[in-house]
């Protein structure tokens, strides 16, 4: 809801020039969410780092895990700041935003990405509650974000007129209510490590450790995101009710994708510390519960994204020309939910495991092997189909599925093998 408020209010507020800013928003979103992407796939291994040593009972290193992550993302934060603000307008050149919506998309981005400090600092401390085992703090806080992101567009969206700008100013503001919040929650609370300021510190040590879980992880989210941008490229070339179109469905599909993330996530730290504590029993039984809890919640939504996705596109806009091309968008996108209660599962497990590399490797495969081209040939049969072109992605899942699942057979298989039964790391 966080990430789409924006796309929602202007899109119902936005008056004659609605579509303009739905397809500004959308193509500036999508590239700030490639940015937040990559930084939570960093933040990962945070996560997984803290949760071993926290499993293990090492509380003092886990404080200074956590002062060493705090000083890096400090880093990135400031470097991705200067970069992105002076690269908005080459980003939405390089993502052929259309002619009518182009400035509004630059103003977007940049305004957006002045803010990257906040974005990088509430990533950092729901990875670091994520460590500990409790998902619920991050919630409580993007919540209450959440609410203020929608008061601040509606002020200056549906009341000052402000289209996009309006927008990117709220969500700013939203995302540094939700860091300071995070803050006070810290500063309140009995944290399960010791922790000082001595510990704020570029620890050499701790930042290879981050990086070489991180690392993997972050770039593999940035090549599959890249995949996803240059669908969204392909079919801003169609024209603007297209890219409007596509703009909604993706933000649908963030909704989708929801609960598969969820899992992926709280089974990156859950696996983590059983390893930690030397169970890996537990850690395996994990991954079967978490398919089959996600399986569930996946046959419901995608079924109703199948056959009544046009609901959906109109919580996101109200005009029939933009919610057709974003119905059969989610068409394809209703077959990938079922899949992903698998893939993100397996991601899961396999990043707590601390196979990140791994993890990379299969995304690549799947988001750029697969998806790009697979897109890119479908946007070239006539007519033109979104709901062909949006079949690149449950194809390119299958696929990583497959190769989850022969990795995970081979392992095991080796390790019965070898007599060592208790699992992997």
Sequence with gaps: ??????????????????????????????IMMTLTIVIT??????????????????????????GTGISLFAVISLIVTVVMVFASSALAKLMRAPAEAFDNTVWYVAICSAGTLFIVAYNLVGSIFRGIGDSKIPLLTVTIACVLNILGDLLLVAVLHMGAVGAAIATVFAQAMSVVLSMFVIRKRKMPFNFSRKYIRLNTTHIKSILKLGTPIALQDLLVSISFLAILAIVNDIGLIESAGIGVAEKVCAFIMLIPSAFMQSMSAFVAQNIGAGRYDRARKALWYGIATSLVVAIAIGCFSFFRGDILARIFAKDATIIAPATEYLKAYAIDCLFTAFLFCFMGYFNGCGKTTFVMVQGIIGGICVRLPVSWMMSKIEPVSLFRIGLATPISTLIQIILCGAVYIYLNAEQKRSGRIRGFV
């Excluded at 796939?41 to 956590?66: C, F, N, Q, S």
């Design 41 to 66: 796939g960093l933040a990962i291994g945070l996560t997984v780092y803290v949760g071993e040593r926290i499993g293990a009972g090492k509380r003092e290193e886990a404080g200074e895990i956590i």
């Design 1 to 30: 809801m966080y990430g789409a408020v924006d796309l929602l209010i202007v899109g119902h507020f936005g008056g004659d020039t609605a579509d303009v800013f739905v397809s500004a928003v959308s193509t500036g979103s999508q």
